[in-house]
């Protein structure tokens, strides 16, 4: 068992979310970076899906009652066990009775941490995560007990795993073109392919609002409301786009440009607000059948 004793700005638990309800208007949900999770889990030797706690901006204080192996991975936080420094992308042992604490990160914004065995909180539709927006579940608080599930399936094999330096300057996200990139002006596209784009303070698990140069739509009628998924980028009227987090809409208004590839999604979780970021657009596009006209604005 685990008693959280400090959660920090949010601590909750994550997996990588939930499929096929997307039909009732509940997201897939999950991990914000669903690459740090998978990581992690495996780092202690659970499946990749395993429940484990997501910690925003450190913070956060969990006492083990029993002996456990655990990893951090995600935004570098100082980690500290029984007041011992320990390291992150790497497993390590708590004994029975330790406190094990997250620090407030230098950068990036989510810290992951998988216990072998993964958290056995009561599923909801499929998944142990937390969707606030949606109702399912909420946030760890001061107090709650967290149990130890069965979910490890071998060995860990690692005693480190390799990690990319998070870039000085702007952050390089690469996307896929379209679904309804052909709405906007030619000027447009190539604006939003060579100048950075700034991260609004706005942005949360449900999108990364970015703000910079605005984005003019060559179709201007009404968009009827599309399916749409975690990375797309929706452009609004106002032209600042918005990339779909993990507690992202079911369905969106505005037109699509581009969705990112899962791991610049998850890159871009983790951006703070200030962070720059700049684009990239691979080709073929993503394409759907053609909407009717429908209103004009």
């Known amino acids: 068992m685990i008693e959280v004793q400090a959660t920090g700005s949010l601590t909750s638990v994550q997996?990588?979310?939930?499929?096929?309800?997307?039909?009732?208007?509940i997201a897939g949900g999950g991990a914000a970076d669903r690459g740090s999770l998978r990581l992690a889990n495996r780092l202690v030797g659970n499946g990749e899906g395993s429940a484990a706690?997501?910690?925003?901006l450190g913070g956060a204080a969990l006492l083990f009652r029993q002996a456990a192996l655990i990893a951090v991975t995600g935004a570098p936080t100082?980690?500290?066990?029984?007041?011992?420094?320990?390291?992150c992308d790497s497993p390590q042992r708590v004994p029975a009775g330790a406190v094990v604490e997250l620090l407030p990160p230098s950068q990036q914004l989510r810290s992951y941490l998988a216990v072998r065995g993964g958290l056995a909180t009561e599923p909801i539709l499929g998944s142990r995560s937390v969707d606030e927006r949606a109702g399912l579940g909420r946030p760890l608080r001061v107090g709650d007990v967290v149990a130890v599930g069965s979910d490890a399936v071998a060995a860990p094999l690692v005693d480190v795993a390799p990690r990319r330096a998070w870039p000085r300057g702007a952050l390089a996200l690469r996307a896929v073109r379209g679904p309804r990139d052909d709405w906007f002006t030619a000027a447009s596209l190539a604006r939003f392919e060579s100048e950075p784009y700034i991260v609004d303070a706005a942005s949360d698990r449900v999108?990364?609002?970015?703000?910079?140069?605005?984005?003019?739509?060559?179709?201007?009628?009404e968009l009827l409301s599309e399916p749409?998924?975690?990375g797309a980028v929706e452009v609004p009227p106002d032209g600042m786009p918005i990339i779909f987090a993990a507690d992202h809409p079911t369905t969106c208004g505005y037109p699509v440009l581009a969705v990112l590839e899962p791991e610049s999604a998850d890159l871009a979780a983790q951006c703070r607000p200030g962070q720059s970021v700049t684009f990239t657009l691979s080709r073929p596009r993503i394409r759907v059948p053609a909407q009717s006209e429908g209103a004009r604005s």
């Open 15 to 25: 997996d990588l979310g939930r499929v096929g309800y997307a039909s009732w208007g």
């Open 228 to 230: 749409t998924l975690r």
């Open 78 to 87: 100082p980690l500290l066990i029984d007041g011992a420094h320990g390291s």
């Open 53 to 56: 706690f997501e910690v925003l």
């Open 207 to 221: 999108g990364v609002r970015l703000s910079g140069p605005p984005l003019d739509r060559r179709v201007q009628r």
